[in-house]
Each structure stands twice: as structure tokens, then as C-alpha cells.
């Protein structure tokens, strides 16, 4: 069987676009969210994409179909919000478990199914580890600046289980992404790390984080070099960035990044930046353009797209990155796998 560390050796491996910006399409009402089985809950439930796992199985395998067919090599389970802390506000914790497990489960299949049709180019799973809607490191409450609404064990506690069933369900990474708070991330890894000794097994691991605007800096405050020291000290896959920016905007951290680390590089940046209504107007054709700068300067390992990213915009990244060899690495980035 392939494995993504041989694999990202060989080529610019591509990851998929956005989730949430494909299911918005299928307009999903409120009764297909809820589907027969939670047809009768109490609160509402519309918006909780995570929950479609087990509503609408068939619409996140043919998302996830539409961006292996694009070109992806790896596509990202439907778990963005998949902690007890994130279902908390749908009253949904004790179904987190199931959430995990059989959204990685769908993923793998359809994986399966691409890497059967053409073994030369396997495809992958990364199970994704959001951000939750808590941070560790800042106070919710200006008035109390001591105050957290979150503690680290509790991050570790929720992540774990995430990261349990995630590996149960079948992914073949665990991706940690859309960081704007380091702190929530190192409860993430921690929680990885524990999974990892008490299971004996060994799991590539990516780190994507986020730089929230032109201070160069992840909401919490640290630098790109900080950024990366603070979750270094773990062997990782690779490290990058995604979200809040558009490809060009977060071309010069990914620069930055790249000097000062031999893990491989991702990227998966948004479409651009946001209209006036929230929506992301920058074409495949343009985002392409924009991403052949980052691999005419030999940045990345992993390129895919945020926000407002459809497969029309994964196929243009794929046949322009299939042209360009990866970014070299050191040869210890390698010893750790």
C-alpha cells in the first residue's frame, strides 16, 4: 500500500478546496439536516456541516469525488467542528465519536475507489483537526483579561477523542488546520502524541496555521518563526499556513516559513479575500496564476485551497503544480519518518 511520506518525496502533492463552500450549493434545509434520524431533536440543527456525515453521506462522498477527479491527492474529512467543545452549540457532544469515525470512513472509500482506478497516483485521507471556537490564550471577556473559556486539558481531553476516531475511521493523516491559536494546537498534538504511544502506531501529522491580516502575526499574537518553534518540537509531516488570506497575500509568510524549517510546506489558501457579502470572487484561472508563484520559488510540498475554493479551482492548481518539482528538504526532515 502507498504511503503519503513516498509519495511527497516524488511530487507537489495537491489537497483538496473547501468543504463548506461545495456543500452550499446543495442548499440543504433545515429537514436535510436533521434527515429521519434527528427529525425530532430539539434544537436546530442547519449549519452544522459535520452533521451531514451521517444526514447526507452521499452529497460529502460526492464532494470529496469531485475534488479526487479535480486532482486532489488528498482530500479532508468533513470534522472541521468535530470536538465535543464545537458540537456543543448544536447539543450534539455525545455524537462526536460517530461524526469522526464515519466521516473519515467516507472519505477512505472514496479514496479506495480512486486509488484502485489508477494505483500510479494513491490518494489520501487527512483527518481534519479544526481550531474549535474557544481559545486558550485570550480572555473572551475584556473585563477579565485572567478569564479562559477553554483550559488546555479540556482541549486535549476533546481532541483526543476526535483524534481516536479519525484514525478508526481509516485517514491517513491527521491535520491540524486553520490555527489562530498556538496553544489550542499543542493541545491538539498533544492529545496526537498520546493517541500515537498508546496505540503504538505512527500517523503523518500536518500543522497549518493561520496569519489573520497584514501584521504578519496568528490572532494570538506570535510571529511566523514563533509560530513555528512553538510546535516544532514534535516530528511533523509538514507545516504551512491556510485560511484568512488569499494566495498572493500569503505568499511572503510562506517565504519566511520556508527558510526556517526542513518539515515539508503546505498551503491552502483562500480564494482571494472576501466581498463586501462575504463571498470569494478570484477564478480558478487567476488563483492558479498566483499559485505558480509560489511554486516557480520552490515553496511548497502540499498546495490546495481554502475558502471559497471549488474543484474548478483545485483542477487549474493541480495541472499547474504537476509542471514544478516539490520544495527540497533536509535530510532530517526525512529521518523522522
Not at 12 to 26: K, P, S, W
Not at 87 to 108: R, T
Not at 144 to 152: C, G, H, L, M, S
Not at 166 to 175: A, C, E, H, R
Request: charged share 25%; glycine share 8%.
Amino acid at each position: 500500500m502507498a504511503d503519503v511520506v513516498e509519495e511527497i518525496r516524488k511530487r507537489i502533492l495537491v489537497l483538496d478546496g473547501a468543504m463548506g463552500t461545495m456543500l452550499q450549493r446543495y442548499n440543504f434545509t433545515e429537514d436535510d439536516f436533521r434527515g429521519s434520524r434527528f427529525k425530532d431533536f430539539k434544537h436546530p440543527l442547519k449549519g452544522n456541516n459535520d452533521l451531514l456525515s451521517l444526514t447526507q453521506p452521499e452529497a460529502i462522498a460526492e464532494v470529496h469525488r469531485k475534488y479526487f477527479e479535480a486532482g486532489a491527492d488528498i482530500v479532508e474529512t468533513n470534522t472541521f467542528s468535530g470536538t465535543t467543545i464545537g458540537m456543543a452549540d448544536y447539543h450534539m457532544g455525545d455524537l462526536v465519536y460517530e461524526l469522526n469515525f464515519e466521516s473519515a470512513k467516507i472519505a477512505k472509500q472514496v479514496a479506495e475507489e480512486f486509488t484502485k482506478a489508477n494505483p500510479k497516483k494513491p490518494r489520501f485521507v487527512a483527518g481534519s483537526i479544526g481550531p474549535t471556537n474557544r481559545t486558550a490564550s485570550l480572555s473572551p471577556d475584556v473585563n477579565r483579561p485572567e478569564y479562559r473559556a477553554v483550559t488546555f486539558n479540556e482541549l486535549r481531553i476533546a481532541y483526543k477523542q476526535q483524534v481516536e476516531a479519525l484514525i478508526d475511521g481509516g485517514s491517513d493523516i491527521l491535520l491540524v488546520e486553520t490555527i489562530f491559536d498556538t496553544l489550542n494546537a499543542k493541545a491538539a498534538l498533544f492529545a496526537i502524541q498520546e493517541v500515537k504511544e498508546e496505540r503504538n502506531i505512527d500517523i503523518p501529522v500536518m500543522v497549518s496555521g493561520t496569519i489573520t491580516d497584514a501584521s504578519g502575526r496568528t490572532l494570538s499574537g506570535q510571529t511566523v518563526e514563533a509560530f513555528l518553534i512553538s510546535i516544532s518540537h514534535i516530528p511533523l509531516l509538514s507545516v504551512g499556513f491556510n485560511c484568512a488570506l488569499g494566495a498572493d497575500q500569503l505568499q511572503p509568510y510562506l517565504k519566511r516559513l520556508s527558510h526556517e524549517t526542513e518539515f515539508y510546506i503546505s498551503a491552502h489558501p483562500n480564494a482571494g479575500l472576501p466581498n463586501a457579502f462575504g463571498e470569494y470572487d478570484q477564478t480558478a484561472k487567476q488563483m492558479q496564476q498566483l499559485i505558480e508563484n509560489y511554486l516557480k520559488d520552490g515553496l511548497v510540498n502540499i498546495i490546495g485551497g481554502c475558502c471559497g475554493t471549488t474543484p474548478e479551482h483545485i483542477k487549474a492548481i493541480a495541472e499547474v503544480a504537476a509542471n514544478y518539482k516539490p520544495r527540497a528538504v533536509g535530510s532530517s526532515a526525512v529521518e523522522n519518518f
